[in-house]
Nanobody
Framework: QVQLVESGGGLVQAGGSLRLSCTGS???????MAWFRQATGKEREFVAG??????LYADSVLGRFIISRDNAKNTAYLQMNSLEPEDTAVYYC??????????????????WGKGTLVTVSS
């Protein structure tokens, strides 16, 4: 069983930056990893993901967000730059034991964190 804990959320002004972290219990160096977000009243949506040999981003964050991982620390990161009010949401970290998992599909991700709130003020 893998437990994921997100951190790094908070309140930031538009144009600012935040870095989210997702630390997992156990070793998940080969797992597919992804970040999703859910705004109030909306469905959870894909933001960024790392699977075997692939790094994927939603069009809405391409060029502004960067996903990375440090396997030695069992941690994944989401660097968020040029934040916009539309980025306001609860951000969730997800992992799947299949390194080739379809990280853009929330239904294929096996483990989830509880989320961290990001609020971007205009």
């Amino acid at each position: 069983q893998v437990q994921l804990v997100e951190s790094g959320g908070g309140l930031v002004q538009a144009g600012g930056s935040l870095r989210l972290s997702c630390t997992g219990s156990g070793t998940f160096g080969w797992y597919a990893m992804a970040w999703f977000r859910q705004a109030t009243g909306k469905e959870r949506e894909f933001v960024a993901g790392l699977s075997w040999m692939k790094t994927l981003y939603a069009d809405s964050v391409l060029g502004r967000f960067i996903i990375s991982r440090d396997n030695a620390k069992n941690t994944a990161y989401l660097q968020m730059n040029s934040l916009e009010p539309e980025d306001t949401a609860v951000y969730y970290c997800a992992a799947d034991p299949n390194p080739e998992s379809a990280v853009t599909n929330k239904d294929t991700m096996h483990y989830w964190g509880k989320g961290t709130l990001v609020t971007v003020s205009s």
